[in-house]
């Protein structure tokens, strides 16, 4: 998936997986759904106008993005969840990463980080979002 952390730079799950001083300490990600990209808000370049923080997604738009949104679709289509709950999910399911950090701007979306905190996934999901981000 992606994440960013506190020098902004964005990291990927391989270097998260190449871990030293991290696997000891855990790391906290922030912006754990890409700016909504995630959520499956953005999948083509109209959907950036969609919201003020579209234009941040663009630079997921790319083929590796679009392959991650597709195994999130699987997953959630497959769990009956939505894809920001898989992608949460994922994340909690990492064992690097301690937490991660994720806002909302509805009750709704509120919910889904809620829900996501409770959703686990089988190995063979988790395989395939492993897959899909690589």
């Given at each position: 998936m992606f994440g960013t952390f506190s020098s902004g730079r964005?990291?990927?799950?391989?270097?998260w997986e190449?871990?030293?001083?991290?696997?000891?300490?855990?790391?906290i990600g922030y912006?754990?759904?890409?700016?909504g990209f995630l959520t499956g808000k953005y999948r083509v370049e109209?959907?950036?106008?969609?919201?003020?923080?579209g234009g941040g997604a663009a630079k997921y738009l790319d083929?590796?993005?679009?392959?991650?949104?597709?195994?999130?679709?699987?997953?959630?289509?497959?769990l009956a969840v939505t894809p920001a709950q898989?992608?949460?999910?994922?994340?909690?399911?990492?064992?690097?990463v301690?937490?991660?950090i994720a806002s909302a701007t509805s009750v709704e979306q509120l919910h889904d980080l809620v829900n996501a905190a409770?959703?686990?996934l089988d190995a063979e999901t988790i395989a395939a979002l492993d897959r899909a981000s690589a």
């Open positions: 964005n990291r990927t799950v391989a270097e190449r871990r030293t001083l991290a696997e000891e300490l855990g790391v912006y754990a759904l890409a700016g109209a959907d950036l106008a969609k919201s003020p923080r083929d590796r993005g679009k392959r991650i949104l597709a195994a999130l679709d699987d997953a959630a289509k497959k898989v992608a949460i999910a994922w994340l909690i399911a990492r064992p690097s301690a937490a991660p409770r959703l686990q």
